[in-house]
C-alpha cells in the first residue's frame, strides 16, 4: 500500500509540474514520450517469437522505430547451381540511428514518412568482380516491396510471399532480372530467429529459394538466401558461410566467438548440411574453423571430432568497415570447396557436384 501510494504522488507531482509549462513546453515533452513509447512497443514486438508465414510479408516490408544502438539492414546472395559456374550476386542495403560511417564515407540516416536514407551496395563475380553500387542511398518501403536507389542506381525487391523478384539497375541501365519461387525440393524455406537478453539482442528472417532470370544480359539460375536482420546493440564478431553444391544439397556453418586480449569465448557454433538427394538434414553443434592466408585466404572447418572436413578457397572478395562507437570489419568472400568430408552419415559425395558460395570473416566491435 505504501508503494501504491508513493508512486501515485510521485505521477501527481510530475503532472502538476507540466500542467505549469508553456504549451511548447508541453509540445515537445509529448513527443518525447511518444517516441519512447514508439521505440519501446517496436522492441517488444522485435522480441516476440514468430513462426506464422503470415508474419514474413509485414517483418520484411517495414521499417523498426530503432533505439540509439539499433540497426537494420537487408541482406541478399545468389549463386548459380550449374556445374562448376562461379557466379554470384550479392546486394545489400540498411540503416540505423544516427550517423554512421561506411567504407569512410559518413551516411546520415534521415528519417522521413515511409523513406530512410541509408546505405547500399551490390556486387557479382561473372568472370571477374563488378561492383555494381556502393554508396549513401535512400530506401523506400511500401507493403509490396522495398527499394534502396540514388539517382542512377536501384536495388528493387518486391513481390508477396513466396514469390519475388529483384531487379537492379546501374547507371540507368537494368543488368539484374530475377524471380524467387518455393524451392522446388523439400528444403527448409523460410526461418524466423530472436535472441534477446535484456535490451540488446538481434531478430532476424530468412528466406530460401530457387532464382531463374538473367545476369549481364546471361541466363543465372541457382539458390537464393534472403534475409533482414535488426540489432538492437553492438555488432560482434561472427563467421559464417553457406555453400550451394550443383545439385542442390547446402552446406551452412555459423559461430560466434568474442576474443579481447587473452579473453575468448565463444557463444555460439554449429555446422549443417542439407544432402538434397534424401531430403535430409544433419546438424553438428562443436565446429573448429581455421582460416590461412591474408589476399585469397583459405578455410578448414572441422565438426564431430574430425569426421567433418572442409576445405574452402577464395577467389573474390568485398569488404566493408563501418564506424561509429568503435570499428567493425566485414569481409565477404566468395569460395569454393576443395575438399569435403562428412563420414557416418550416409552422403553419396560423387552426386554433389561442384560447390560455390559465401563466406563472412568478420572483426572488431561497433555500437
Same mark, same amino acid.
Given at each position: 500500500?505504501?508503494?501504491?501510494?508513493?508512486?501515485?504522488?510521485?505521477?501527481?507531482i510530475?503532472?502538476?509540474s507540466? +500542467?505549469?509549462?508553456?504549451?511548447?513546453?508541453?509540445?515537445?515533452?509529448?513527443?518525447?514520450?511518444k +517516441?519512447?513509447? !514508439?521505440?519501446?512497443?517496436?522492441?517488444?514486438?522485435?522480441?516476440?517469437?514468430?513462426t506464422?508465414?503470415?508474419?514474413?510479408?509485414?517483418?520484411?516490408?517495414?521499417?523498426? /522505430?530503432?533505439?540509439?544502438?539499433?540497426?537494420e539492414?537487408?541482406?541478399?546472395?545468389?549463386?548459380?547451381?550449374?556445374?562448376?559456374?562461379?557466379? +554470384?550476386?550479392?546486394?545489400? #542495403?540498411? /540503416?540505423?540511428?544516427?550517423?554512421l560511417k561506411?567504407?569512410?564515407?559518413?551516411?546520415?540516416?534521415i528519417?522521413? @514518412?515511409?523513406?530512410?536514407?541509408?546505405y547500399?551496395?551490390?556486387?557479382?563475380y561473372?568472370?571477374?568482380?563488378?561492383?555494381?553500387?556502393?554508396?549513401?542511398?535512400?530506401?523506400?518501403?511500401n507493403?509490396?516491396?522495398i527499394?534502396?536507389? /540514388?539517382? +542512377? *542506381?536501384k536495388? *528493387?525487391?518486391?513481390?508477396?510471399?513466396? *514469390?519475388?523478384?529483384?531487379?537492379?539497375?546501374?547507371?540507368n541501365?537494368?543488368?539484374?532480372?530475377?524471380k524467387?519461387?518455393?524451392?522446388?525440393?523439400?528444403?527448409?524455406?523460410?526461418? $524466423? !530467429?530472436?535472441?534477446?537478453?535484456?535490451f540488446?539482442?538481434?531478430?532476424?528472417?530468412?528466406?530460401? $529459394?530457387?532464382?531463374?532470370?538473367?545476369?549481364?544480359?546471361?541466363?543465372f !539460375?541457382?539458390?537464393?538466401?534472403?534475409?533482414?536482420?535488426?540489432?538492437?546493440?553492438? #555488432?560482434?564478431?561472427?563467421?559464417?558461410?553457406?555453400?550451394?553444391?550443383?545439385?542442390?544439397?547446402?552446406?551452412?556453418?555459423?559461430?560466434?566467438?568474442?576474443?579481447?586480449?587473452?579473453?575468448k569465448?565463444? #557463444?555460439?557454433?554449429?555446422?549443417?548440411?542439407?544432402?538434397?538427394?534424401? *531430403?535430409?538434414?544433419?546438424?553438428?553443434? /562443436?565446429?573448429?574453423i @581455421?582460416?590461412?592466408?591474408? @589476399?585469397?585466404?583459405?578455410?578448414?572447418?572441422?565438426?564431430?571430432?574430425?569426421?567433418?572436413?572442409?576445405?574452402?578457397?577464395?577467389?573474390?572478395?568485398?569488404?566493408?568497415? $563501418?564506424?561509429?562507437?568503435?570499428?567493425?570489419?566485414?569481409?565477404?568472400?566468395?569460395?569454393?570447396?576443395?575438399?569435403?568430408?562428412?563420414?557416418?552419415?550416409d552422403i553419396?559425395?560423387?552426386?554433389?557436384?561442384?560447390?560455390?558460395?559465401?563466406?563472412?570473416?568478420?572483426n572488431?566491435y561497433?555500437?
Amino acid at each position: 500500500m505504501k508503494i501504491k501510494k508513493m508512486t501515485g504522488d510521485m505521477f501527481n507531482i510530475l503532472d502538476k509540474s507540466i +500542467q505549469m509549462l508553456s504549451p511548447i513546453e508541453k509540445k515537445i515533452i509529448k513527443e518525447k514520450i511518444k +517516441q519512447i513509447n !514508439s521505440k519501446y512497443n517496436s522492441l517488444i514486438e522485435l522480441k516476440k517469437t514468430k513462426t506464422s508465414t503470415h508474419e514474413i510479408d509485414p517483418m520484411f516490408f517495414c521499417f523498426e /522505430d530503432l533505439p540509439p544502438t539499433g540497426k537494420e539492414y537487408w541482406f541478399m546472395k545468389f549463386v548459380s547451381t550449374k556445374p562448376k559456374d562461379k557466379r +554470384q550476386l550479392l546486394a545489400m #542495403f540498411g /540503416d540505423s540511428s544516427g550517423t554512421l560511417k561506411v567504407n569512410q564515407k559518413e551516411v546520415k540516416c534521415i528519417k522521413g @514518412k515511409g523513406i530512410r536514407n541509408g546505405y547500399m551496395n551490390a556486387w557479382s563475380y561473372d568472370n571477374k568482380k563488378d561492383l555494381i553500387l556502393e554508396g549513401e542511398g535512400s530506401i523506400s518501403i511500401n507493403h509490396e516491396g522495398i527499394m534502396a536507389f /540514388d539517382k +542512377q *542506381n536501384k536495388i *528493387n525487391y518486391k513481390g508477396k510471399f513466396p *514469390n519475388y523478384s529483384l531487379n537492379l539497375s546501374k547507371k540507368n541501365k537494368e543488368i539484374v532480372n530475377l524471380k524467387m519461387t518455393k524451392p522446388k525440393d523439400k528444403s527448409d524455406y523460410f526461418g $524466423f !530467429s530472436t535472441y534477446f537478453k535484456s535490451f540488446a539482442g538481434y531478430s532476424l528472417i530468412d528466406l530460401y $529459394f530457387d532464382f531463374t532470370g538473367m545476369l549481364n544480359k546471361k541466363k543465372f !539460375s541457382g539458390k537464393c538466401y534472403v534475409q533482414k536482420v535488426v540489432v538492437i546493440g553492438p #555488432f560482434i564478431p561472427w563467421r559464417w558461410g553457406r555453400i550451394v553444391f550443383s545439385n542442390g544439397s547446402i552446406l551452412t556453418y555459423f559461430e560466434i566467438k568474442v576474443q579481447i586480449s587473452k579473453f575468448k569465448h565463444k #557463444f555460439q557454433s554449429m555446422f549443417e548440411f542439407y544432402d538434397s538427394a534424401k *531430403n535430409k538434414k544433419y546438424v553438428f553443434k /562443436d565446429l573448429n574453423i @581455421k582460416k590461412f592466408g591474408k @589476399k585469397n585466404p583459405r578455410w578448414i572447418i572441422t565438426a564431430n571430432k574430425g569426421k567433418i572436413f572442409v576445405s574452402l578457397k577464395s577467389y573474390s572478395s568485398h569488404k566493408f568497415v $563501418f564506424e561509429k562507437l568503435g570499428s567493425f570489419s566485414y569481409l565477404e568472400y566468395l569460395c569454393e570447396v576443395t575438399d569435403l568430408l562428412i563420414e557416418d552419415c550416409d552422403i553419396d559425395m560423387s552426386k554433389l557436384g561442384s560447390g560455390f558460395g559465401l563466406v563472412e570473416d568478420t572483426n572488431g566491435y561497433v555500437l
